[in-house]
Nanobody, 118 residues
Framework: QVQLVESGGGLVQPGGSLRLSCAAS????????MGWYRQAPGEQRELVAG???????NYADSVKGRFTISRDNAKNTVYLQMNNLKPEDTSVYYCNARHQLIPAMNYWGQGTQVTVSS
């Protein structure tokens, strides 16, 4: 079955950096649109960044210029490089995989906590 396993979260000071990774298995990775979402307590889950099968990218306005999403199809992994982190970036970050042609094939990871605090 499809599995998405996130890693790389943790506690970082404002202005610091983290790199999240999401390793996928049980799927043809290159055929999936990959995304990073986040959800803070009491708030809705929101898209942070997405990357298509042709490595086209999109970002939430709040992270443009600070975060970079990338994918390595040979390693079945998607990354989120987060720089200049702010306290408002504190959230649980989730990896998402959605098949490019079959929307019902939509999967989530278990989430990884990112806390930005001094």
């Amino acid at each position: 079955q499809v599995q998405l396993v996130e890693s790389g979260g943790g506690l970082v000071q404002p202005g610091g950096s983290l790199r999240l990774s999401c390793a996928a298995s049980g799927m043809t990775f290159s055929r999936y649109v990959m995304g990073w979402y986040r959800q803070a307590p009491g708030e809705q889950r929101e898209l942070v960044a997405g990357i298509g099968t042709e490595s086209n990218t999109n970002y939430a306005d709040s992270v443009k210029g600070r975060f970079t999403i990338s994918r390595d199809n040979a390693k079945n992994t998607v990354y989120l490089q987060m720089n200049n982190l702010k306290p408002e970036d504190t959230s649980v970050y989730y990896c998402n995989a959605r098949h490019q042609l079959i929307p019902a094939m939509n999967y989530w990871g278990q989430g990884t906590q990112v806390t930005v605090s001094s």
